[in-house]
């Protein structure tokens, strides 16, 4: 970061929440909203779609949230650059695809991060997440209040 | 004679996964080829033990892609059970507006996100043909690199849709807004001007897909017709008054490739004695026929294609004008022609937002009696036209209002056969003679089923996840190549 703060995020959780711990990423963005920030949009869809391209330009920076099966423990966090290729086995978008048609489309700038929450129990029709994975979205929510805090003209 | 097999998993650019087997002998000629669905039907035994009135809110959770179908089905099913069909003039018009919101922006997305690469690349002059764009072309993000214009509309196309559904379900995902026997909420002079304000830009964008896709059906014909193509059955929901489509409500009809009515204009509560499906050793996902034809000559085709083929007329002016041109092709009879999904689905982005515009003039969306109800049922059924085909939601209740039982047949299950008669007609055509899979292969194939944009969905996606695997076995089962595209 430059150290100029930016005046809207955008936190972006997706992810399947009937598949036990892929619903990280929904989660923490439920558990952010649920601060009622100024200046901080939260959103959560079962995937990244083309049409959430238009909602990050809106904003300045964008933290995507996903659960993953192979991160470090509690979490990874990561900054994005855009990428013209996506995954071909794409129903979604990748993040870095989202920010490469945010720029295309919308001629936006918008700084993108990846917080990828461990999780380790990914069965069908599971509507609650293991305990490990709930520790780790513990420290996941606490180290993200930090970021928006120290990027984010607001205080929490 | 021995044989090979080809494996291709997942398919690409498909809702979910997908593998694709084909079979070879010792001469390099095709001798079958088949399309495996990973079908979660646990979803079924998840909902048993629920109140009914929570199915409409959970039912959503079966599928990213298409959750307001399955939450109006499930809604529509959920009415009877109240004794509340018969909506309140304010509950049915949202109720539509929301359902076509959805199919607006579900067929803007498999357009402009899916196909258009398809249809976009190779026809620009170049020596391409119209399935021979390079892997690294045939997406969005390529799209959006030679064409920006289009991408900006596909992806405007996409969120109007979703601010659509967000107005009328409350949410964009996991929306509240339809419940038994009515809807929780009306549409408001505010929501209602916002969706106003950008609906003729909206109809604009969508008469040229309609012209883009129409464009590229007429100036490829002679390589369209026969690709995947194969003559079908058709099955659709009409209106019931006159068979226009109609794709929230209506009556199942069904015609065969000739255009003769087989199945006609039967009431969906009566979906049993109608449609029957047939389960294969070989494939997890079910195959759906018309019972009275068997599981032989029964089998049929959803969704765009066997819509327009089925229905009487649309009901809607710009798009009946676009249909009476698709149906000219044909001479009036059923289009066959598995590629020509595409144009179809483009006309039906024009109807639905056509009946947006309508339904947003109408001062009943701004009614306050939106909740109704009736004797009591325990068993129901609820079905609607989700934007890739018919989807059947069958459930009964205890007298505790506990689901008992649960049976969806989704839209992509009713074009199971159709998919497989898709990549054997293409693997027949373009493999035989062949000894590995090339790009342009593989591509054809993805191409064929793309087409149905079918949902393989009830998935996920979690990092990492979701590689192609292209694998080649011998007639012994032994993996003779493999390939892997991140």
Request: aromatic letters at 8%; proline letters at 4%.
């Amino acid at each position: 970061m430059s150290g100029e703060k930016i005046k809207k995020i955008l936190i972006f959780g997706y992810g399947n929440v009937l598949r036990g711990d892929d619903g990280l990423g929904q989660m923490l963005s439920e558990k952010i909203e649920a601060l009622r920030l100024e200046g901080v949009t939260c959103e959560s869809d079962i995937q990244l779609e083309i049409e959430d391209s238009a909602i990050a330009a809106e904003h300045g920076i964008i933290v995507f949230a996903d659960s993953s099966v192979d991160c470090k423990e509690p979490y990874e966090f990561t900054k994005l650059s855009p990428k013209e290729s996506v995954s071909i086995t794409s129903h979604s978008v990748a993040p870095e695809g989202i920010l490469h048609l945010a720029g295309l489309c919308f001629n936006s700038s918008v700084q993108g991060y990846l917080l990828a929450i461990r999780g380790y129990e990914f069965n069908f029709f599971v509507d609650r997440i293991s305990k490990q994975a709930e520790q780790n979205l513990n420290e996941a929510f606490e180290f993200l209040k930090g970021f928006i805090s120290d990027n984010c003209e607001i205080h929490i | 004679m021995g044989t090979r097999k080809y494996t291709i998993l997942p398919v690409t650019r498909v809702e979910g996964h997908g593998k694709v087997t084909i079979h070879m002998n010792e001469a390099n000629e095709v001798t079958e080829a088949r399309l495996h669905i990973v079908e979660f039907r646990g979803f079924e035994r998840f909902i048993l033990g629920r109140p009914y009135w929570e199915v409409p809110v959970i039912v959503q959770r079966l599928c990213g892609i298409c959750p307001v179908s399955h939450h109006l089905a499930a809604a529509k099913a959920m009415d009877r059970i109240v004794g509340g069909e018969d909506l309140t003039p304010t509950a049915e018009k949202m109720r539509r507006l929301m359902h076509y919101g959805q199919m607006f922006q579900s067929h803007a997305l498999h357009f402009f996100h899916l196909s258009s690469p398809d249809l976009l690349f190779g026809t620009d002059g170049t020596a391409l043909s119209a399935f021979d764009a390079p892997p690294e072309m045939r997406n969005i993000l390529a799209v959006a690199g030679k064409f920006p214009e289009l991408a900006v509309q596909g992806v405007m196309m996409r969120k109007y849709g979703q601010e659509v559904i967000k107005a009328t379900a409350g949410k964009k995902i996991h929306g509240t807004g339809a419940i038994p026997g009515g809807i929780n909420k009306n549409l408001s002079i505010e929501e209602r001007d916002f969706l106003l304000k950008d609906i003729d830009k909206m109809i604009e964008w969508s008469k040229s897909a309609v012209k883009i896709a129409k464009d590229f059906t007429l100036g490829h014909v002679e390589e369209l017709l026969p690709f995947g193509s194969f003559d079908s059955n058709h099955l659709s929901l009409v209106r019931k008054s006159d068979g226009a489509l109609d794709l929230y409500d209506g009556v199942l009809r069904a015609v065969d490739k000739d255009g003769n009515r087989i199945v006609d204009d039967v009431d969906y509560q009566r979906y049993l004695e109608v449609v029957s499906e047939e389960v294969r050793s070989w494939s997890y996902m079910k195959f759906p026929f018309i019972k009275k034809l068997g599981h032989e000559q029964g089998w049929y085709r959803v969704g765009p294609l066997a819509r327009l083929n089925t229905a009487s007329f649309i009901p809607t002016p710009l798009a009946e004008n676009e249909r009476k041109e698709f149906k000219a092709v044909t001479n009036g009879k059923p289009n066959n022609v598995t590629m020509c999904y595409h144009w179809a689905r483009m006309i039906e982005l024009l109807h639905s937002i056509e009946m947006i515009q309508e339904l947003l003039h109408d001062s009943d969306l701004q009614g306050t009696d939106l909740v109704t109800s009736g004797p009591r049922r325990e068993e129901t059924v609820g079905v609607l036209e989700a934007p890739r085909g018919t989807l059947f939601h069958h459930y009964r209740v205890d007298k505790n209002d506990a689901v008992v039982m649960a049976n969806l047949i989704v839209s992509t299950t009713n074009n199971n056969e159709p998919m497989n008669q898709a990549v054997k007609r293409v693997a027949k055509d373009h493999f035989t003679g062949k000894s590995n899979i090339t790009e342009n292969l593989l591509n054809r194939i993805e191409v064929a089923i793309r087409a149905y944009d079918p949902c393989l969905s009830c998935a996920t996606h979690a990092l990492g996840k979701m590689p192609l695997v292209v694998e080649l076995y011998d007639a012994g089962n032994s993996l003779l190549d493999s390939k892997i595209r991140e």
